[in-house]
């Protein structure tokens, strides 16, 4: 099974665990990396992953989060097909990144997108190519 997560994914370990939410996102978060590690999901990655991690000020959190790109199966760079993708994701209501996002894990095929954006959760619906999940949710429907 393939997974794509989206930037706000690989920094919720990094956020105040002070949050039950954020704390139990981050710890479903890190199940997950431990299943990739692991060989039980493939992760899929981005040039958008490499855009929006490159702009992070905080140089550990960078360094930590770039180390995944290593475990990627399947690394996108920027293509025509992507690009135009993104766009009719765009029209339906996401945020120009988060549908770049979005295009490369279609593109690449992913089960699953994973995030713990709120916004994109909410509009999960008018997207039927792929399955949009938070952590919490993935971890609770594919761990029995």
């Given amino acids: 099974m393939k ?10 370990p990094f956020d105040d665990q002070s949050n ?17 590690r692991s060989g039980v999901y493939e992760l899929v990655w981005s040039y ?12 550990e959190k ?4 770039s180390k995944w790109k290593l475990y990627a ?3 996108l760079e920027e293509d025509q097909y992507i690009l135009e993708l ?6 339906l209501g996401f945020k120009k990144f988060d549908a770049l996002h979005l295009a490369c894990a279609i593109t690449a095929s992913a ?27 993935f971890v609770r429907e594919n761990s029995e």
């Avoid at 039950?20 to 990739?36: F, G, P, T, V, Y």
């Avoid at 713990?116 to 919490?136: M, Q, S």
């Fill in 3 to 12: 997974l794509y997560l989206d930037n706000c994914m690989f920094n919720r």
């Fill in 20 to 36: 039950i939410k954020i704390l139990l996102e981050s710890e479903a978060k890190l199940r997950i990396q431990q299943d990739i």
């Fill in 48 to 59: 958008v992953l490499d855009y929006e991690n490159n702009k992070n000020p905080f140089q």
């Fill in 62 to 65: 960078k360094e930590q989060i």
């Fill in 73 to 75: 199966c399947t690394d």
């Fill in 86 to 91: 993104a766009k009719s994701i765009h029209q």
């Fill in 111 to 137: 089960n699953y997108f994973l995030t713990t954006d709120t916004g994109i959760i909410k509009k999960a619906r008018l997207v039927e190519t792929i399955c949009i999940k938070d952590p919490v949710d």
